[in-house]
């Protein structure tokens, strides 16, 4: 059975920062690399890609709303990524979610197979 554990997260300022973190355990299939992620969903509006990294080449892929404020990265065992947000918006408040697939990153969220259970990121003004 694949976990995805999250951490971080929690309230921040306008122009501030917060880290989130996930960890993937179990028999996720890594034959092909796996794609870990990062998205975000908001009441009434469907959830969005935030980042995302291939494990096996470390390609990135941001939203535009976060190119040049968010940074996705990964650990050596690449089982743990971090996701790094700065310069705040208070757009950035929503739910996020780890998500993982085996295989490249894709743009259909419907072709993640694991998810995390979320965490929430309150950005105040």
């Known amino acids: 059975q694949v976990r995805l554990a999250e951490s971080g997260g929690g309230s921040g300022q306008t122009g501030g920062s917060l880290s989130l973190s996930c960890s993937v355990s179990?028999?996720?299939?890594?034959?092909?690399?796996?794609?870990m992620g990062w998205f975000r969903q908001t009441p009434g509006k469907e959830r969005e890609a935030v980042a995302r990294?291939?494990?096996?080449?470390?390609?990135?892929y941001y939203a535009d709303s976060v190119e040049r404020r968010f940074t996705i990265s990964q650990d050596n065992a690449k089982t743990t990524v971090y996701l790094q947000m700065t310069k705040l918006k208070p757009a950035d408040a929503a739910m996020y979610y780890c998500?993982?697939?085996?295989?490249?990153?894709?743009?259909?969220?419907?072709?993640?197979?694991?998810w995390g259970q979320g965490i929430r990121v309150t950005v105040a003004s």
């Open positions: 998500a993982a697939r085996s295989g490249i990153c894709l743009d259909n969220i419907e072709r993640y197979s694991y």
């Open positions: 990294i291939y494990s096996d080449t470390g390609n990135t």
């Open positions: 179990g028999n996720i299939d890594r034959s092909m690399g796996t794609c």
